[in-house]
């Protein structure tokens, strides 16, 4: 029983790091509805930039908010100017670019900072919380920051007129455009947030798994499991998903089908997700009257 | 009465396929314009053009000012309201959203607000379903809360396309007396495209017939409503 | 008695004739001339493992070092590398380019054991010297089948016997538990481990978890491993996956003798991002001296490299083993090219490779020789013993086979 | 169309000539730009006529290559008869993939795909099936000679065979495209309802497109096999089926001398690369693929469309 206890409380852990990536999947969706293959990259990117700062002397907390706001306006320079061009294409063109975008920051990470891992400090207290082996403070304060960033997230999109016009966007651009949204730059703010979050989860994750330019590619395809699992189009669905995954990950890796096949259980439960339940556990199902 | 928007040579098209043909038009402000024609004829392709969706030579002035090369966004912000085909509701938003993304563009969030009761008040089922999320709404709803959020933006001019389009005929009857309330107490005036020939050109003062992309012909509705051709073909009667 | 008195003359004159060394006329192979050696070479610069790369970056850099002070036997060294992916395909494709098209004389330090693999029959049959092969696996000294292929990392095999042994003599009656990575390098090393702890592996190795290298953790691992109630613990992982490993360990509570494999026992890259209080204890075993640990900053043979990094590869990172692996690797070959002389045919290239007599690398632990024979192409044959004391490796035992 | 066939004709005797020019790295060479070229004309067909874009081709090819190479190491059978068995498992695995990935459009088959393309080498390595693939070593496999004498060496008789193959595949391929399935094909690409609503089965056509498009890429998985005589799981990561997406986007999307030239662009490209910079040579790969998604839409086969309308007129 402790055992399994102990499975649970480090797959949460681990849920946590799919959370907060699956949430920047689940924004750049709200903004443009585009599934962002190089997502895992662009945070990876960010976090090395958190850590160059920091070696170049910043204080943990300023080159926190400096990361974010970089991070910001690279995502808004990319889809102003990478994305944009093919937005009108087919989706195989933006597949495409995303690929393009994916391979180039991870060689161009390797080629700046070398493919050697790196620590990356973390803001919270070495010391476990409450004596418990299994959840680290560090992986307790990340949840506790995903958890922050999806309540404001929430917020913003609920009750901001901004964030309202960025889900009209999205949703319906056409009609955006006719209320006079600048579907264009909502776009373009979307990525900017989707950067962001991603940088956050950058930062929240190295820590953890420790900075290397591969450090998301094994985590990208559970936080896609874990978006779809929640629902797409849902920020809340996302980190409940990506708490799912990490927990179930663990449990079959360890009781059922041992470790090896860890990855056949992803790829399992994303083709299983879109085809029982393509709007996720949490994703709205519109239901369309004429 | 000043002059509210005027189109000149107005041409237009989708891809290579041309639609209009050189149209000419003319709507005065606080007036109620309708369009006329068969299906294919140009009508919502003329209401397109004026809000910069799609791609047209000519001229087209609103207040004065040129407005053919503006974006759809400007456009909309110099105080054209488009009710488009479809309606284009929000559908994975509430009824409320809907209504504050009408007034999007307002700098003013308590006058915002003002406008919004005002809706209420002028379309009381939209008040019920307000934390309905709007996709759920029926199609009269719809249509109306399609009108509530163009008119949430405060517009000069608003361009209705089809509101009668697949709706009971008691429902259209009620959403057409709004429309002339609204034209008389907000000053607002309306360029409508309706198959129902017969309700627009009663709203209306003022109409033109469109034949394949072409004004064939126009003039005031109630010389419009005597033509022996505008009777036969659009009247039915 | 008469006929080998009156023969002996001619035969040592003959001897001479064929011998290497001063008598003999310069004789050449394809990739070899009296100005340059021409020496290929794959690596996964792109795909996956481009970690890796560094070391054909820095062999690169010690062959410009060679050549800037005259080269070997006034000849300059001009390695082709080139990157394959960390793809087999591609690899045999530009095996093919650099020994067809390009004419090396042989390949130097392929990476990776399924790279390797897959060039490994076509390098025998075209008679390709396939030099200091960068994997463990066991296949790379094999003589007798595959004369024209020799590795260079001790064996994975062996370091898990050099464990088994140390367990057996130590902890007889521990319980085991293993991480392993899910590969061949993996597999290979418990093999190891397995092979050398004899009938007791069943009932000593109590557990056993493996990892993808696409794992984001290790954690649900090390949780299940402690879970068995094994006091010894065998990482046998990658610098990153053994970082995480060590850290998991310690953070449970579980405090096992912990054996770490050698791969992974850099200071700077591994320890240190794993928490040097959390590294106190480990075991491992070394052949190479670690640029990352203390107890070397006076030595000459690392301020060497120190000073050679600085000037040659100063984009290279000193914490990673891979740049003094790669250096190390160099230098061995260096001394395999000078005593070809002037002798460069792929055929004397092998003999002299499998002639190496108690070469000390300037890198190399002290006491840890390499000694090659024509039937015996294991480079390493023994390895110390050290222990982590939370700043420095320290040895102990003499270094064992 | 008589210019064409001369054009053609020219092109197939240049092609049986080069081996006897050229140095017999540059024939295997040559041979994997046949087997690429296999394989993407059976992504095309999927994801430039039908629509659907897959990330994980990479694993058919893997499935193909296994099969060649479990066939030959643990039953001898002979090389040319696992082609046909490869093409067959292909078939049949892409068409069951093909069945719930109907239901995916767009981005989500892509990531669908994607995964799949990312589990498979992980699943040849399993334990359970560790006797047959040879886990994570792989398996070794002999290169064919030439039968009944002839006077090739083992490169160019694969040469030849793989040639003959990719003629069979292409003609099939023509046929296949420009005929009453090729035009359901584009008509589920383009106006799905639309389709469905005239008849065309699109469930049945979209499924059936994933498994001759599987069929495609396991037949140049076999040969790929066979070519470089050993497989590996990592020989068969995602990279791979990047790289198959990069040579139909730069080919020529939609286009069936596409494949010829985005197989060029996949074998030569990365090496040109590779000498541009050592440092991220990658970066240098998706640079190109992003450059020709803006300049060339079309790929290398609608640039030489797009020349040879102008010098025609």
Known sequence: MEAFLAQVLSGLATGGIYASVALALVMIHQATHLVNFAQGEMAMFSTYIAWSLIHAGMPYWAAFFLTIAISFAGGVVIERVIIRPVEKGSVLSVVVVFIGLLVILNAVAGWIYSFTVKPFPSPFPAEPLFGNHYLSSHGLGAIAITLMVVLSLWAFFRFTPLGLAMRAAAQNPASARLVGIRVGWMKALGWGLAAAIGAIAGMMVAPIVYLDPNMMAGILLYAFAAALLGGIDSPFGAVVGGFIVGVLENLVGTYVIGNELKLTVALVLIIGVLIVKPSGLFGRTVVQRV | MAELLRVEGLEAGYGPVPVLHGIDLALEEGGIATLLGANGAGKTTTLRAVCGMVKTRGAIRFRGEGIEKRSTEDIARMGIAHVPDGRGTFTDLSTEENLRLGGYVRADRAAVAQSMEQMYAYFPKLAERRRQQAGTLSGGEQQMLAVARALMSKPRLLLLDEPSFGLAPLIVAGIFEILRTINREERVAILLVEQNAAMALDLADHAFLLETGRIVMSGPAARMREDETVRRSYLGY | ?401 | ?313
């Open chain 4, 1 to 313: 169309m008589r210019r064409k066939n001369i054009a053609l004709a020219v092109l197939l005797v240049v092609a049986c000539a080069l081996p006897f020019l050229v140095s017999n790295f540059r024939v295997f060479q040559l041979t994997m730009v046949l087997i690429y070229a296999i394989v993407l004309l059976g992504l095309n067909m999927l994801t430039g006529y039908n629509g659907q874009i897959s990330l994980g081709h990479g694993a058919f090819y893997a499935i193909g290559a296994y099969t060649a190479a479990i066939l030959m190491d643990r039953f001898g059978v002979p090389y040319w008869l696992t082609i046909p068995v490869a093409g067959a498992v292909c078939l049949a695995a892409g068409f069951l993939f093909g069945l719930p990935a109907l239901r995916l459009e767009g981005l989500y088959l892509a990531l669908a795909t994607f995964a799949l393309g990312v589990a498979l080498p992980q699943l040849m390595k399993y334990k359970h099936l560790e006797h047959w693939t040879g886990g994570v070593q792989g398996i070794v496999i002999v290169k064919p000679d030439a039968p009944f004498g002839i006077p090739l060496n083992a490169d160019q008789w694969l040469y030849f065979f793989s040639l003959a193959l990719t003629v069979v595949m292409f003609i099939l391929a023509v046929n296949l495209l420009r005929g009453r399935i090729g035009r359901a094909m584009v008509a589920i690409r383009d106006h799905p309802i639309a389709a469905g609503a005239m008849g065309v089965n699109v469930a049945m056509y979209k499924s059936l497109t994933f498994g001759v498009s599987a069929m495609y890429t396991g037949i140049g998985g076999a040969l790929g096999a066979i070519a470089v005589q050993f497989v590996a799981p990592d020989s068969f990561n995602v990279f791979l089926s990047i790289a198959f997406l990069v040579g139909i986007v730069v080919g020529g999307l939609a286009s069936i001398e596409g494949a010829i030239f985005g197989a060029i662009f996949i074998q030569f490209v990365p090496n040109l690369a590779d000498q541009i910079s050592k440092a991220a040579p990658w970066a240098i790969y998706g640079i190109f693929l992003i450059a020709f998604m803006y300049l060339l839409p079309g790929g290398i086969a609608g640039l030489i469309k797009a020349l040879r309308r102008r010098y025609d007129r």
């Open chain 3, 1 to 401: 008695m008469t006929a080998s008195k009156t023969w002996a003359p001619v035969a040592f004159a003959f001897a001479l004739a064929v011998a290497p060394g001063a008598f003999a006329q310069k004789k050449y192979d394809p990739g070899a001339s009296d100005t340059e050696i021409r020496i290929g070479q794959t690596m996964p610069y792109s795909g996956p493992a481009s970690a890796y790369g560094t070391i054909g970056r820095v062999e690169a850099a010690y062959f410009q070092k060679i050549n800037d002070e005259g080269g070997i036997n006034g000849r300059k060294i001009k390695l082709l590398s080139v990157d394959d992916g960390y793809s087999p395909p591609k690899t045999v494709e530009m095996t093919r380019k650099l020994v067809e098209q390009d004419e090396v004389l042989f390949m130097f330090q392929p990476l990776g054991t399924a790279a390797n693999s897959a060039i490994h029959k076509y390098l025998n049959t075209k008679k390709v010297p396939h030099l200091l092969v960068a994997s463990g696996a066991t296949k790379w000294a094999d003589p007798r089948n595959f004369p024209w292929t020799m590795g260079w990392n001790p064996s994975y095999q062996t370091e898990g016997r050099i464990y088994a042994k140390d367990i057996l003599a130590n902890h007889s009656s521990g319980k085991i538990a293993v991480l392993y990575q899910n590969d061949d390098y993996g597999k290979d090393l418990l093999k190891g481990l397995k092979d050398g702890l004899g009938d007791k592996a069943a009932k000593m190795i109590v557990a056993e978890a493996s990892y993808e290298v696409s794992d984001p953790t290790v954690d649900s691992q090390i949780v299940s491993l402690k879970g068995s109630g094994a006091d010894i613990f065998v990482n046998i992982a990658t610098p990153k996956f053994a970082a995480l490993a060590i850290r998991k360990v310690y953070d449970v509570g579980w405090r096992p003798v912990h054996y770490l494999n050698n791969v992974s026992l850099s200071v700077g890259s591994v320890l240190t991002p794993a928490g040097l209080e959390k590294s106190v204890g480990l075991i491992t075993t070394a052949y190479l001296k670690d640029a990352t640990d203390a107890q070397y900053a006076n030595d000459p043979g690392m301020k060497d490299y120190l000073a050679f990094m600085k000037k040659y590869y100063p984009d290279g990172n000193i914490a990673d083993s891979s740049n003094t692996y790669g250096y190390s690797a160099a230098q061995a070959l260096v001394q395999i090219l000078k005593q070809c002389g002037d002798n460069l045919t792929r055929e004397n290239v092998m003999r002299q490779a499998a002639n190496l007599k108690n070469l000390q690398l300037p890198l190399g632990r002290p006491g840890v020789l390499i000694n090659t024979t024509p039937t015996d192409f294991q480079m390493f044959k023994s390895m110390q013993l050290q222990r982590f004391d939370g700043k420095q490796w320290v040895g102990f035992g003499d270094a064992v086979q």
